[in-house]
């Protein structure tokens, strides 16, 4: 290969920074090094490397003796910018390397030769430092005679069993180290699939993939199925394959070189062509974990195709002989797993062999190219896909996928998400994270109750999902719009609508829904609750809609999930969170909520008490601790955030002396007077539980209730105080607040009238007290939920981020609590509390109470 222009050598590449290197080489001191050149050629022809900038430095010396020598050295370099730099950075792909040359391979040999056996496993590491940028210098094996074999025409037998032995050495070693040692470092117990690399995951696949997909689709044998199927992968495959690369602390487990392919080993030959020896290379890549996951990598990208399939089972067998050889030698004394159940666990990895094919596979078998690198393979735009499309129809990769991809599907490779089933689900998405279940037979019964046809007289023929709110929006549940085109057979017309899918959250929120189980709830309410309110409407003559119409309900199988159709197909929209709304809609929304309570206080009277999982909403004592866990992070922020308020001054002794109350307190506000009014509250009442309804000239016609997950029975005081106090305009929150109190006290008296009530109706006057009396309900939700409200729909708001101690988190509390809108919300609100008493010792406890001496 050329020698590199002058212009394109690092700066850092000087005689200088190679001297101690050639004085390690030749065994004299640094001070008799004397270097008279530099020549820097590419190690690798393009399509050899991805990971690394490789260089071949030969150096010219001039010794003390007069005589001069040439000292061939391969430089390991971190890439240039670009995703390449990005990747290795975030995989720890140098630190990586350099502890394997500089630490382990030394140890592992040593192991060894303590047993009377000389083992090389890869080139003597020279030099590694990681100023000015990642560097490794390692011997030049061509010095060796080493060489790589024909990546394009794939390892032929004898090729196969050296390198499967080699590998079994390796394997054991590392085995026996781990046992004698214990854990590795942290940057070996992940590969190249870790949950902090999915934003970037994210970014880069998504453009690359639908690339992919086209080429699928135009050139793959069976290329229309196969590309539906992946369809289904989206970023579900990214989850899967960290499941897989995750060791097994009770399974047999050692560190796998990770990028097992034929470029990362190289060969020396005797006279006679006969492989005589061979030596790893590029352990960037290594993980621990299952000996499976080198065994998939090299066997789906390495082999020749002649042999690949038809001696797999001899293959693995000999790696397995091998690796119990040497971990008998080495004196292992756990376990050594059954060749049983290496086959067991190479079966259910089997998606880690396609991910090999189908990623690395059509790299090896490239023709040389000189554009090839991981950025010209994940660009956007023309360049990028004619480039994967060079990759991917390539003639040679296509000959290998008519054997390879019945292998894969024989085994079930394509059930990435579980489901059973390995057919097209026709659900498509932006490269979502879909549960299995969301496939098309989900919908056969959402279509049948929507247009009102059976199985048979219809066809789905595409489903597009999408998430159905913004970031901040939603944060007890997850919540997908599917769209549905279904092909109406006895008509052949096609209809196309949409439905909100509902189903139960991820993460943190999955464990704080969990203790709530708010579906049950939910599952109730739209089954039996909703249905018997709108009833009594129905038979006084008046049509009312509380919420949306369900439309399917799953309970655990194959998870808590609600079907409803889509009100923003019926030109419903949410409100605006972070302004609030106007007098209009307010006035809309507390007439809703009228309807909601006036028809549950009857439901009541006539049915008895509703049952138990409705005694209690989101604050009780049995959920204390996880509130405490989950907010209280939050509110501190919050507090230490307010001290810098001229505002706030007058307040802070008293929000002080409550900090460690703060919770436990407002349940306090929940307990229920058995002599007062009570109804089923909506108990998560803010602006985006309600949607509103408009005209073709966007006049504000309906309004509807959402999201009933956490409804409790107690007085209408407490929906009040969480609506009113948080989600109206800033101009008119405190100075309509009486005016809508008596608002809605009017509709809830002409409903309760309408319906029968047969009670004493419930006075205004009663209804303000109480409401003032739990208003320290009210105070809470200002250092909650309205500070949420604020946030920008731009931030990445979960109950992790909140929650976490990082540094993000911190920073993300931060943010919400000296937001703008929040700190004007606050200096508006925080003075009517503080001056009402609300943050004083032994306000939360309700008048009744008090009188009675009860609490909650």
């Not at 040359?101 to 590694?128: H, I, T």
């Not at 499967?164 to 046992?179: F, I, M, N, P, R």
């Not at 487990?253 to 061979?278: Q, S």
């Not at 159905?468 to 007890?476: E, F, I, L, R, S």
């Amino acid at each position: 290969m050329a020698e590199i222009p002058s212009s394109e050598i690092p700066s850092w590449m000087t005689k200088e920074y190679f001297t101690d290197v050639v004085a390690q080489k030749l065994g004299i001191a640094e001070s008799e090094v004397e270097i008279s050149a530099l020549n820097v050629k590419p190690a690798t022809e393009s399509g050899d490397n991805f990971a690394s900038k490789l260089y071949r430095v030969a150096i010219d010396v001039s010794c003390s003796d007069g005589s001069s020598k040439k000292i061939p050295l391969i430089v390991k370099a971190l890439p240039n910018l670009g995703l390449a730099e990005e990747m290795i950075q975030m995989l720890n792909i140098f630190p990586k390397e350099t502890a394997m040359y500089a630490d382990l391979l030394p140890k592992f040999e040593e192991l060894y030769r303590e047993k009377g056996v000389e083992v090389s496993f890869g080139p003597k590491c020279l030099k590694n430092s990681i100023k000015p940028t990642d560097i490794i210098v390692l011997e030049d094996l061509s010095e060796r005679d080493f060489r790589m074999a024909n990546r394009r025409e794939g390892l032929d037998r004898a090729h196969v069993d050296t390198f499967l032995k080699k590998l079994a050495q390796l394997h054991a070693a590392s085995a026996v180290y781990h046992e004698k040692n214990g854990e590795y470092k942290a940057c070996f117990q992940e590969g190249i699939y870790v949950e902090r690399s999915l934003v970037m995951f994210e970014s880069h696949m998504k453009s690359h993939m639908e690339s992919v997909s086209r080429i699928i689709r135009k050139y793959w044998p069976n290329g229309e199925f196969y590309h539906e199927v992946m369809n289904d992968f989206g970023i579900n495959m990214f989850f899967e394959m960290i499941k897989i690369v995750k060791a097994d602390p009770n399974g047999f487990n050692v560190l796998n070189h990770g990028d097992a392919w034929c470029n990362n080993f190289m060969f020396r030959y005797g006279a006679d062509n006969a492989i005589e020896e061979i030596t790893l290379v590029d352990f960037q890549m290594c993980v621990w974990s299952s000996p499976v996951i080198d065994l998939h990598y090299f066997i789906f990208t390495s082999i020749n195709p002649t042999i690949r399939l038809p001696q797999m089972n001899s293959i693995i067998g000999l790696y397995y002989r091998n690796l119990v050889e040497n971990l008998q030698l080495l004196g292992y004394s756990k376990n050594i797993p059954t060749l049983k159940d290496l086959h067991l666990d190479f079966i259910d990895k089997i998606l880690y062999g396609f991910s090999s094919s189908f990623s690395v596979l059509p790299i090896c078998l490239m023709e040389k190219t000189d554009n090839a690198s991981i950025d010209a393979m994940m660009a956007d735009g023309e360049a990028g896909h004619a480039f994967r499309e060079k990759m991917y129809a390539n003639p040679v990769y296509l000959k290998q996928l008519e054997e390879l991809l019945p292998y894969f599907y024989n085994y079930g490779a394509f059930d990435c998400r579980h489901t059973g089933y390995q057919s097209p689900s026709k659900v498509y998405s932006d490269y979502l994270l879909l549960p299995g279940w969301m496939r098309k037979e989900f919908f056969y019964e959402v279509v049948e109750r929507k247009l009102g046809l059976e199985l048979g007289q219809y066809s789905i023929e595409k489903i597009w999902v999408e998430m159905a709110t913004k970031k901040g929006d939603n944060y007890g549940s997850t919540m997908y719009r599917a769209k549905l085109d279904v092909l109406d057979k006895t008509s052949s017309s096609l209809n196309q609508f949409s439905v909100i899918v509902k189903s139960r959250p991820t993460g943190m929120a999955a464990e704080f829904s969990n203790k709530l189980d708010p579906f049950s709830k939910e599952i109730e309410m739209f089954t039996k609750i909703i249905p018997a309110f709108e009833k009594f409407y129905e038979e006084k003559g008046v049509k009312v809609e509380i919420g949306p119409r369900c439309l399917k309900i799953c309970k655990g199988v194959p998870s808590d999930i609600i079907v409803m159709e889509d009100l923003c197909s019926q030109n419903y929209r949410l409100g605006n969170r972070q302004e609030g709304v106007d007098q209009q809609h307010v006035e809309s929304v507390l007439e809703k909520l009228a309807e909601f309570h006036a028809a549950s206080a009857v439901y009541h009277e006539r049915n008895g008490d509703y049952s138990s999982s409705f005694k209690e909403g989101l604050y009780n004592r049995s959920n204390l601790s996880t509130m405490e866990y989950m907010f209280r992070p939050a509110y501190e922020t919050g507090l230490e955030t307010l001290k810098s308020h001229e505002f706030a001054k007058d307040y802070i002794d008293d929000l002080e002396k409550l900090r460690p109350v703060i919770f436990s307190r407002t349940i306090e506000n929940f307990a229920v007077d058995p002599a007062g009014f009570n109804v089923l509250n909506h108990g998560d009442f803010w602006i985006n539980n309600v949607m509103f309804q408009y005209d073709s000239e966007d006049r504000l016609k309906d309004s509807t209730l959402l999201d009933f997950q956490v409804c409790f029975y107690g007085s209408p005081a407490l929906d009040l105080n969480y609506f009113l106090f948080v989600c109206i305009k800033l101009d008119i929150r405190l100075s309509k607040l009486n005016y809508f109190i008596r608002y809605y006290h009017e509709k809830l008296v002409d409903n309760l009238t309408l319906l029968g009530y047969g009670k004493a109706l419930p006075t205004l006057k009663s209804l303000q007290y109480d409401f003032y009396d739990r208003m320290v309900y009210g105070s809470s939700n200002i250092f909650g939920i309205m500070a949420v409200l604020a946030v920008d729909p731009s931030e990445d708001v979960s109950f992790e981020m909140i929650q976490q101690d990082s540094e993000a988190g911190k920073e993300l509390r931060k943010r919400i609590y000296t937001n703008e809108r929040y700190v004007k919300a606050l200096e508006l609100l925080l003075p009517y509390f503080g001056d009402r008493g609300a943050f004083k010792e032994g306000a939360e406890l309700c008048s009744f109470v008090k009188k009675n001496k009860t609490s909650v």
